[in-house]
């Protein structure tokens, strides 16, 4: 069953502008991380944020997990057109599965 | 190189027909699995092999056969193609079951 639910479904932004997208789970987890997934590609691991963290940076990537709420978001700083994409988070619980939202579909205009 | 390598990258076959993709990693990582993206992106686990032991197995048609012949590979075989099985397959792999490495995907179209 679907365990992570992205929001908003699709984002339009223009470059240097920040993207943030939401990521709703239902049940406990071990970590959340979140992909991107260029066009007719495959998925790419962008960043890991364990249950016992609260925020993770990496680069123009910013982050953050609230577990008593459910939910993380994910920050994009200064958008780039490379930055176009959909973005997924995924939650990882005891029994080995990593389970994907619909992800976010972002595009950043020139 | 590679980390993660799956082919064909695009399948294109009739109703009824049996195909195989392959996968294979060149990362070391314990850990293969199949996804299944569908039209509207949602990514969904078929399988997971752990050391060539199948330790997921979602609720997929049993038409939907893997195979892991060592730990490096992981092969699906799907017989009687469905239209419903028209979609992106996707194979991973991960170590120590944190995050994963994705291939490129394999594009199934049954006509």
């Known amino acids: 069953s679907q365990q992570g639910e992205e929001d908003p479904q699709a984002l339009s932004i223009q470059e240097g502008e920040n993207a943030t997208m939401n990521c709703s789970y239902k049940?406990?987890?071990?970590?959340l991380q979140w992909y991107r997934q260029n066009s007719g590609r495959g998925l790419v691991h962008l960043i890991l944020?364990?249950?016992?963290?609260r925020e993770k940076h990496s680069g123009r990537l910013r982050v953050t997990l609230d577990t008593s709420k459910k939910s993380s978001s994910l920050l994009i700083t200064a958008s780039r057109a490379a930055d176009t994409a959909s973005y997924f988070c995924?939650?990882?619980?005891?029994?080995?599965?990593?389970?994907f939202g619909a992800g976010t579909t972002v595009t950043v205009r020139a | 190189d590679t980390a993660v390598s799956q082919t064909p990258k695009y399948l294109v076959t009739q109703m009824g027909n049996d195909k195989s993709i392959k996968c294979e990693q060149n990362?070391?990582?314990?850990?293969m699995y199949w996804y299944k993206q569908d039209s509207k992106k949602f990514l969904k686990i078929m399988f997971s092999?752990?050391?060539?032991?199948?330790?997921i197995n979602e609720t997929v048609p049993n038409r939907f056969s893997p195979k892991s012949p060592d730990k490096a590979h992981l092969n699906l075989h799907i017989n009687s193609l469905e239209l419903g099985d028209s979609a992106v397959y996707f194979c991973?792999?991960?170590?120590?079951?944190?995050?994963?490495?994705f291939g490129s995907g394999t594009q199934l179209s049954v006509l």
């Open positions: 991973a792999s991960s170590p120590q079951e944190e995050k994963l490495f």
């Open positions: 049940t406990s987890i071990n970590n």
């Open positions: 944020i364990r249950s016992n963290e």
């Open positions: 995924a939650t990882a619980s005891n029994d080995y599965k990593l389970s």
């Open positions: 990362l070391g990582h314990d850990t």
């Open positions: 092999y752990n050391n060539k032991e199948l330790i």
